[in-house]
Each structure stands twice: as structure tokens, then as C-alpha cells.
């Protein structure tokens, strides 16, 4: 029998189509802009490299050398062991205890991210996600036609969660608690009494925790806390963690999830290992630098944090010098939820305000809904990645554009 073919005999499948990525989104006009030749300052996507940040140089020449040798094979499924011992023992110096059968070489964290949500959740399933989010997590959870249940990221209180709240939220029907720290897009760092209240909480109700640290060495002052450390021997916790930022190398595609307490999810760990499988591998050469990353001392990364605080000081008193914007200070990660006062102005959300400010001054921000925040809360992310006199004149931009609004 022939099919009938109108558009929608063509048409994409269901589960996309509430599939969205803000942060992308919202830079095809900025696209069309470059595309007759007009620069525009783009501070919408979290990729070091643009802003000359480079990934280490010993990571690099391990990468070349591994082009050299064995690069050109596929690798276990679950990606090189020697990258894996390199993982396991790293976890081990920070109080992790993982075999190197609890990780899984991905293409980036995403990658891992995507796994674990196909891996664990069924249609209907409830996932407590923060609000704001990195988009990522609300995509992923929609196409496995899962719930994203929100618990709120407060400003009031440095964008950190209140476990009451999240305790609340919890169903019969939830699955996995997502955690984001040092979190995308407030740049909050989670401190221990919260983890382990967290953590206390998801053992009891018997909830799985997903642990997104890919920013975890871009702390301003002070340790970063491991989720997993607080799981004790009754939590799983998969934590993802990746080269792309810590080690500013996002194109490379190599990140990682590792699982805590693997023992008491066997037929997760059963079914990552099925997908890993089916998918092949992660590409080959970047897991050859994966050992040398995690033995870096830590004055690779001085400069980096030096030049990140210095960028995010100008950013946190030039923004809250501006009359109708404010900000927060992020202790971690490159960004910062601004929030414009739109009763100031004649803009009717947030977008509408990134729009104009991308027509009037060809400057890149995401707008806060793109990340769960309310259009009328007039929360804007920024990623302050470009080096201070770009910022200033940025900042001043966003000035100028203001009181030209009013
Ligand atoms: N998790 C968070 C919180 C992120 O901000 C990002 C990228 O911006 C990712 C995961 C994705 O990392 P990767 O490049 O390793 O896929």
C-alpha cells in the first residue's frame, strides 16, 4: 500500500518536539548578523577556546602521540583502561572508592548524561531538576517522555537549593535527583551541609542522584566537595565529569561517568554497558590524554582562575553599577545570572530584552526562560569568558542600550 506522504507523513517524531537548546537557539540571528559580516560579541555559549583558553599543553602533545600509535582503533566500549585507572585513582585521592568497571568513557558529559537518562528512566518517570538548568537535562528527560519536575535554585539565597523544598517534591514516581555543582548557569558552588542534607534525603526515599561536576576544578576560593562523597555505602551516585571545561578542551568530545555504590544498581550499570556497546566507543585519541589530566599539578590551572576572577569582578561591579541591572558573585564556572528590572523598560520578557540588546548592539546573552526561569523575572545568563577590556566595553554597551530604552 503507498503511504500518503503530506508534511506530516514526513514529519519529526513526537518526543523532539518539545525538544529545545536556548543557548543555541536563540544565536541563529546572531548567525545571520556574521553571516553579511557583522561581528557580533557572543556570550551565550560556555566554550573557553573562543576567548583564548587553550587545554594544557601536555594534554595535547598526549593527544598527537596517541595519532601516532593506537589511535586509529576503536577502544573498549567503556573507553581505554589505562584512562580508566587514571579516573579510579583520581576518585580514590578524593575519597571515591570506584573500580574501574563503575566508569564509562563518553563523548563529552553529555554524552554521558544522555546514557544514563535512556538507561534508567521510563515514560512518566519524575526527574527533580534545578531551576534554573542547563537546558541539556530538560531535553533529555523530555525525549525519554519523563517528567522534569523543578525545585527552585533561589537568588535570595546565592541560587542554592532548599532540600525541604526538594523533599516536598518528591512522588512515588521519582527517580533520580539532578544535581549541578558548581552549577550552569548561576555559578553556585554547593556547600558540604547541603550535599550531605541532599544526599541524606535521596538515600532515604531511595532516589538516584546524577552529579554534574564538569566545573569542578573552576572554583574562585576554596575545595570543591564531591557529591559522591557524601553517598556512604547505601546511594548511587553517577557523577559526570569532562575535559571541556576543566581542562578547556570541549571540542575534543571526552568526558565520563563513573557510579558510586555500583553494586546496588546492577541493571543500570547492565544497560549503560549495553548502550556503551551499541554506540562503539568515545573518539580514541582524547582518552590518551585523560591519565596526563588528571595528573596535572595544580598550577595549570592558577592562570586560568586568575584571569576567570579578574573577568568576573569587573563583570559582578560593572553590572551592578548599571541603574535596572544586578547580579549576584559566582564562585565558580564562567557564568552569572544577571537580571535586567523590566519594569523599568519597555521589554515584555526576558528574550524580547536579549533580542534587542543582540539588535542594538550585536552582543550575545541567553535569556533566563531559556533556562526555567519566569520571561517576566528578566534574568539574562552571561558568560564572562572574554578578556576585561572586551567585558568593559560590553558592559558599557549594555549601558548605553539601557538608558536609550527608557
Ligand atoms: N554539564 C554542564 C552543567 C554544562 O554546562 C555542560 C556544557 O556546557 C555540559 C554538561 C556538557 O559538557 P561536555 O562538553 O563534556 O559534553
Redesign the pocket.
Known amino acids: 500500500m503507498k503511504r500518503a506522504r503530506g508534511t506530516s507523513g514526513y514529519g519529526a517524531a513526537k518526543r523532539i518536539h518539545d525538544y529545545s537548546y536556548a543557548i543555541l537557539n536563540i544565536a541563529a540571528l546572531a548567525g545571520q548578523y556574521e553571516s553579511t559580516g557583522e561581528p557580533v560579541i557572543r556570550l551565550n555559549i ?1 566554550d573557553p577556546t573562543l576567548y583564548g583558553f587553550e587545554p594544557p599543553p601536555e594534554l595535547t602533545r598526549a593527544c598527537i602521540a596517541a595519532f601516532g600509535r593506537d589511535a586509529h582503533s576503536y577502544t573498549h566500549s567503556c573507553g581505554i583502561l589505562p584512562a580508566r585507572e587514571a579516573i579510579a585513582r583520581d576518585a580514590a585521592f578524593r575519597g571515591i572508592e570506584l573500580t574501574t568497571d563503575d566508569i564509562v568513557i563518553t563523548s ?4 554521558a ?1 544522555d546514557m544514563l537518562c535512556t538507561a534508567m528512566l521510563n515514560p512518566g518517570d519524575e526527574v527533580l531538576c534545578p531551576s534554573p538548568c ?1 537546558p ?1 537535562y530538560a531535553a533529555l528527560i523530555s525525549r525519554q517522555e519523563a517528567v522534569c519536575v523543578s525545585y527552585t535554585l533561589d537568588p535570595g539565597s546565592n541560587w542554592l537549593p532548599d532540600p525541604l523544598e526538594i523533599e516536598q517534591l518528591i512522588t512515588p514516581r521519582t527517580r533520580l535527583l539532578i544535581i ?1 555543582n558548581p552549577n ?1 548557569p548561576t555559578g553556585a558552588i554547593y556547600p558540604a551541609d547541603l550535599l550531605s542534607a541532599l544526599a541524606e534525603i535521596a538515600e532515604r526515599h531511595g532516589i538516584l542522584c546524577l552529579a ?1 561536576e ?2 569542578r576544578k573552576l572554583i574562585y576560593s576554596g575545595a570543591h566537595n564531591p557529591f559522591a562523597t557524601f553517598a556512604g555505602r547505601n546511594l548511587p551516585v553517577f557523577t ?1 565529569e ?1 575535559l ?2 576543566n581542562y578547556m578542551a ?1 571540542g575534543w ?1 571526552t ?1 565520563w561517568m563513573s557510579i558510586t555504590n555500583s553494586r546496588l544498581v546492577p541493571d543500570i550499570r547492565l544497560a549503560l554497558q549495553k548502550l556503551a556497546e551499541a554506540r562503539v566507543c568515545a573518539p580514541a585519541a582524547p582518552q590518551f590524554a585523560i591519565p596526563d589530566a588528571l595528573s596535572l599539578q595544580y598550577d595549570y590551572l592558577l592562570p586560568v582562575i586568575n584571569k576567570l576572577r579578574e573577568r568576573r569582578d569587573l563583570t559582578v561591579k560593572m553590572i551592578n553599577a548599571i541603574e535596572g541591572l544586578s547580579c549576584g558573585t559566582p564562585e565558580g564556572a564562567f557564568y552569572v545570572m544577571a537580571k535586567v528590572d523590566l519594569s523599568l523598560y519597555p521589554f515584555a520578557s526576558d528574550e524580547e530584552f536579549i533580542v534587542e540588546l543582540l539588535r542594538k548592539k550585536r552582543i550575545l546573552c541567553v535569556h533566563g526562560s531559556g533556562f526555567g526561569t519566569e520571561p517576566g523575572d528578566g534574568y539574562f545568563r552571561i558568560v564572562y569568558l572574554p578578556d576585561t577590556s572586551t567585558l568593559e566595553r560590553v558592559y558599557n554597551d549594555f549601558e548605553d542600550f539601557l538608558r536609550h530604552c527608557r
Open positions: 560556555g563529552g558529559a553529555t554524552e548524561a542547563y541539556l549541578i550552569n554534574d564538569v566545573y559526570l569532562s571541556s571545561k570541549p568530545r568526558g
